[in-house]
């Protein structure tokens, strides 16, 4: 630490082969595809931007209400529409490469096959700087939660994607499982260069009116502050487990001092979720929290805090 | 489908309440000082409001239609009916008191020819966008169809009726005008009508049967939809309503929206 006040902190992020200019990502499915926030958020300023998640073929989606109101939170059964890995290539990618920031594709799958098969056709696609494996959706029949809940099926996926691409390889990790530790530890050990935690906690909300679920599938993702308390333990679990992998810490930050919480808890990065929804520029509100509390105390360089959680 | 045109203009700020005035037992009036807004809005338009500038609870913003814009002072009006905890937090804000406020969203009403007669056909506080429309847009005629629940909830009835040339009320309980639903009121309405084009906001099933009407018609009718709202700028996909035809699809209420052409809707998938 610095005797004086400190101008600027240094925010440069490494998270194993990814080299990040500050430690703030948005979150994937909670930014689109970035140009929805166009005049209201300074991507220039993110470490990076995970975009909505992706499939091989075009996803409709489940049908509405797909979200709705909880205490300190929402739930969100989206059920990964989107427009297909293809569209997103020539249709969405080139306004984000304009934003000059590092771009981190979250890919889903039904089969391991459907995976391997984004991770190539995205590997070596101008502006994509990594890819995140999606394990963790709970809002699909097919694929996501299904792998991320059993370490086997986890190392299955993980390890053909790595197989596949040369990028930095995200894996994004569910809290509904019994040990995250364990698919970390799985994860890790075929190839996972780096782990975002959490996805959402799977959750239901009645009407009491209608007797129906507010969702139209029943359950959905739960997010917001109210998970932010689980998802720190799971970070610190983690960071404890695997003092060597880098974490993007995530769950319900909405200010810079929920960033920093997680930073202390072991996160190296943080990721911005349902913030952007409540505040559209979220992403840069975050950073200059962590900026400000760096200066106040005298922080020189935000990595410091990683991990620096007394017990 | 063309994005809003008005887009660049979208500004999150600071909006101040100017004036609360409750015009029934559950519905406020609300005018809020947001100069940026107020110069943008056209009609059909919403902002996205935070129901406090702190705390997480509740968390979401909440989505008003723009009731009337105010190029002068600086001003919009939000007409809010209290029906859950962010909104009996609204009608509790006092003067002075400042919101996030992120607009205008949205794509508006579309612009329609001097010449046409237009029917406004609204439904309780539906009846915001339509009076901001009728108090901002020139025709030769104007035709306004209102109903609510009682008379109580008939707010701003007179206000509308200023700017109509003709207004028909309707409310469930028979308390003032046609006793039953508003679009009683259509086929007679329409029928006398040389090249009408309906403007709709209401209730779900209030709009579906307009718009079947309007179909069955032939006249040109745009509905402007309420839904949950996430983010409001077209990212969460929370927020959508069937599309029409095939391959099925969705379209996102906050961007695509609110205002669609009725057949854009795919009214039998809705729910």
Redesign the interface.
């Known amino acids: 630490m610095s005797e004086g006040p400190v101008l600027l902190p240094d925010l440069r992020t490494v998270l194993g082969p990814l080299e990040l200019r500050s430690p703030v990502i948005t979150a994937s499915?909670?930014?689109?595809y970035g140009s929805?926030?166009?005049?209201?958020l300074d991507f220039s300023r993110l470490g990076a931007v995970t975009v909505?998640g992706l499939t091989l073929q075009p996803r409709?989606?489940n049908?509405?209400?797909?979200?709705?109101?909880t205490?300190?939170?929402?739930l969100?059964s989206?059920g990964l529409?989107n427009p297909g890995v293809e569209a997103f290539i020539a249709e969405k990618l080139p306004w984000l490469i304009d934003q000059d920031v590092p771009v981190i594709a979250n890919i889903n799958g039904g089969t391991v096959e459907e995976y391997v098969r984004l991770a190539e056709r995205l590997t070596g696609c101008p502006g994509i700087a990594a890819l995140e494996v999606n394990i963790s959706c709970p809002n699909v029949d097919h694929g996501g939660l299904e792998f991320g809940k059993d370490p086997r099926q986890t190392a299955q996926v993980v390890g053909a994607v790595r197989s596949a691409t040369t990028l930095p390889l995200l894996v994004k990790l569910s809290p509904n499982v019994t040990s995250i530790v364990e698919i970390a530890q799985a994860a890790v050990d075929v190839g996972a260069d780096i782990l975002s935690l959490i996805n959402t906690l799977v959750g239901m909300s009645i009407d009491i009116f209608s007797h129906r679920p507010r969702l139209?599938r029943g359950i959905g993702g739960l997010s917001?502050?109210a998970i932010k308390p689980v998802a720190v333990r799971m970070v610190w679990e983690v960071h404890r487990a695997l003092p060597e992998v880098p974490l993007i810490g995530m769950g319900g930050i909405?200010t810079g001092a929920d960033a920093v919480e997680f930073m202390l808890a072991g996160a190296s990065a943080v990721g911005v979720g349902?913030a952007?929804?409540?505040?559209?520029?979220a992403g840069n509100d975050v950073l200059d929290g962590i900026i400000e509390y760096a200066r106040h105390r005298g922080i020189e360089r935000v990595a410091e805090l990683v991990g620096s959680v007394i017990l | 489908m063309p994005d809003d045109a008005s887009r660049p203009s979208i500004r999150d700020v600071r909006a101040e309440l100017q004036v609360s005035k409750w015009l029934s037992p559950i519905h406020v009036l609300l005018t809020f000082r947001a100069p940026t807004i107020a110069a943008h809005a056209q009609p059909g338009q919403f902002v996205h409001l935070r129901v406090s500038a702190f705390g997480n609870s509740p968390l979401l913003r909440r989505p008003f239609s723009i009731a009337g814009a105010n190029l002068a002072d600086g001003t919009i009006r939000l007409l809010v009916r209290t029906v859950g905890r962010g909104t009996f937090m609204l009608g509790e804000l006092f003067p002075g008191g400042e919101l996030p406020a992120l607009g205008p969203l949205g794509r508006p009403f579309p612009e329609i020819e001097k010449g046409r007669e237009v029917v406004l056909v609204a439904g309780g506080v539906g009846v915001a966008p339509l009076l901001f429309y009728a108090a901002t847009r020139d025709h030769d005629t104007k035709v306004a169809l209102y109903g609510a629940e009682a008379e109580l909830a008939l707010v701003l009835a007179d206000e509308l009726a200023e700017h109509c040339d003709r207004t028909q009320l309707a409310t469930d309980d028979g308390s003032v005008g046609h006793h039953g639903f508003v679009t009683d009121l259509l086929p007679e309405t329409l029928g006398g009508l040389r090249d009408p084009v309906v403007l709709a906001c209401g209730p779900r099933p209030m709009m579906a049967k307009t718009a079947a009407e309007c179909r069955t018609r032939g006249v040109p009718c745009y509905v402007s939809f309420e839904a949950w709202l996430g983010c409001g700028v077209g990212a969460c996909l929370g927020c959508v309503i069937p599309a029409a035809g095939e391959p099925r699809a969705y379209v996102r209420v906050c961007r695509d929206g609110p205002v669609f052409d009725a057949d854009e809707v795919g009214w039998d998938l809705l729910r």
């Open positions: 499915g909670t930014c689109g929805e926030y166009e005049g209201l909505k409709l989606g049908p509405p209400p797909r979200i709705c109101e205490p300190a939170g929402m969100n989206i529409e139209a917001g502050p909405m349902t952007s929804f409540v505040n559209p520029s």
